[in-house]
């Protein structure tokens, strides 16, 4: 039986490493430091819910359909994947760009000054 590799030490909680890999056919063995994917650090359900996601080719109505959840928790379910992902900076790069846009958009900055601001970015 083949079972999913473990990413996180049961004793202290940090990353483990992977260090022997073994062909399944010849039995060859190979040890060095490899590093796991971040996908590999995601939860089953995480895992499903990218699955889905990705099935649907990204249409957060059509998983809120296959999954039978409501909108919020979709975008909540695609957030916490994001952040397990470690591409929060993405998230919060464009949460300033949209905070700038909306700044320029209430006329609480000029054209010049929203430039300048992304641009800075």
Same mark, same amino acid.
């Given at each position: 039986m083949i079972y999913k590799a473990i990413t996180t030490c049961p004793v202290c909680g940090k990353k483990? $490493?992977?260090?022997?890999?073994k062909c399944s056919s010849c039995n060859t063995v190979i040890e060095n430091d490899f590093k796991f994917s971040k996908? =590999?650090?995601l939860t $089953? !359900?995480?895992l499903k819910f990218i699955e889905v996601f990705i099935m649907c080719r990204g249409s957060i109505k059509d998983v809120e359909k296959q999954l039978g959840i409501s909108y919020p928790t979709v975008r909540a379910k695609l957030d916490e994947v994001i952040n397990e992902l470690e591409y929060k900076e993405l998230i919060k790069e464009k949460k300033e760009e949209k905070d700038v846009i909306g700044a320029l958009e209430r006329g609480e900055i000029s054209a =010049? !000054?929203?430039i300048k601001i992304l641009k800075e970015d």
């Open positions: 483990l $490493k992977i260090t022997r890999v996908f =590999d650090y $089953k !359900e995480q =010049d !000054e929203a």
